[in-house]
T-cell receptor, first 117, second 121 residues
Framework: AQSVTQPDIHITVSEGASLELRCNYS??????LFWYVQSPGQGLQLLLK??????LVQGIKGFEAEFKRSQSSFNLRKPSVHWSDAAEYFC???????????????FGQGTILTVHP | DAGVIQSPRHEVTEMGQEVTLRCKPI?????LFWYRQTMMRGLELLIY????????DSGMPEDRFSAKMPNASFSTLKIQPSEPRDSAVYFC???????????????????FGSGTRLTVV
């Protein structure tokens, strides 16, 4: 089945340290992939997306992600974390609804990021 | 664009009462989704519409839940009767159509509303 998996439920980093959040996808030659962030009490905000082409994509808030077909991964990175980055992060992909159309978005389990001062 | 608009932001109701959640998608979007988020189950897709037509409602937990999209600019999710276990945050999202042939438009993406926090006591 088409899915995404986030292996880490909770990650803690110090402010200023680098960050990498993992996301693995299953099934699909070149999936469409997204990263969303959810701050406490807020909705989901799109950080970045990958459709095709350049495997390194830049997003908002200084985040980037790299698509690696050989590893079936789409990990999210940030070189220097700020306290305001503390939130929950979701990897997601739209599911092929049959033929060439895509429908619903399916999410990973989420990774909660805690940032220590 | 004001984004996806949901109302109310918070709803507290008594068990057995009817609850109606509302959503206004982004103008021009072809798809509308209703999700539910809880600590135990994470984000669950309840139902989604394409051009106002329900496509997949397999995530709707029970017959107590129903959703409608009478036109392209409005959708409702109704729970009748409500139960304490329905307490959750309900999100509405909308998107443009996406196919595997035509490259996605640059602005393609699923846009979420701010959610409705429902508490059933």
């Amino acid at each position: 089945a088409q899915s995404v998996t986030q292996p880490d439920i909770h990650i803690t980093v110090s402010e200023g340290a680098s960050l990498e959040l993992r996301c693995n996808y299953s099934y699909g030659a070149t999936p469409y992939l997204f990263w969303y962030v959810q701050s406490p009490g807020q909705g989901l905000q799109l950080l970045l997306k990958y459709f095709s082409g350049d495997t390194l994509v830049q997003g908002i808030k200084g985040f980037e992600a790299e698509f690696k077909r050989s590893q079936s991964s789409f990990n999210l990175r940030k070189p220097s974390v700020h306290w305001s980055d503390a939130a929950e992060y979701f990897c997601a992909r739209p599911i092929n609804a049959g033929g060439t159309s895509y429908g619903k978005l399916t999410f990973g389990q989420g990774t909660i990021l805690t940032v220590h001062p | 664009d004001a984004g996806v608009i949901q109302s109310p932001r918070h709803e507290v109701t008594e068990m057995g009462q009817e609850v109606t959640l509302r959503c206004k998608p982004i103008s021009g979007h072809d798809y509308l989704f209703w999700y539910r988020q809880t600590m135990m189950r994470g984000l669950e897709l309840l139902i989604y519409f394409n051009n106002n037509v329900p496509i997949d409602d397999s995530g709707m937990p029970e017959d107590r839940f129903s959703a409608k999209m009478p036109n392209a600019s409005f959708s409702t999710l109704k729970i009748q009767p409500s139960e304490p276990r329905d307490s959750a945050v309900y999100f509405c999202a909308s998107s443009l159509a996406l196919t595997g042939i035509i490259p996605p438009k640059a602005n393609y993406g699923y846009t979420f509303g701010s959610g409705t926090r429902l508490t059933v006591v």
